[in-house]
């Protein structure tokens, strides 16, 4: 039996620390992903997407357009993910995030 790693998923402005929150999530045995939370084009489609695959969505509220953060909280809230929103969201912030969704999955 395989059992499957939390997901995470972080919308909008972590396009430079991208690649390292996503190591640090597989460090604690979580599967993260990332959103640019651009909705233009099929954006807003990758956007449900995510979230639909997500237990934990984190959301960004100051480098995110309205509708990303909007898609991204009702989509959460259709398929019971947990979300957390934050104005500003850095690499330390998203760090002790992780350790922190990571402690509580454990328990």
Do not use: Y
């Amino acid at each position: 039996m395989t059992i499957q790693r939390p997901r995470v998923a972080f919308v909008g402005g972590h396009q430079r620390v991208e690649r390292e929150i996503i190591a640090f999530g597989a460090e604690l045995g979580l599967c993260v992903e990332v959103h640019d939370g651009h909705t233009r084009g099929n954006g807003a489609a990758r956007l449900v997407a995510l979230v639909h695959r997500t237990d934990f969505v984190v959301i960004v509220t100051g480098t995110n357009s309205h509708n990303a953060v909007h898609v991204a909280k009702r989509e959460a809230a259709k398929w019971g993910a947990r979300v957390r929103i934050l104005k500003s969201c850095g690499a330390g912030t998203a760090r002790a995030l992780l350790a922190e969704i990571a402690q509580a999955n454990a328990a």
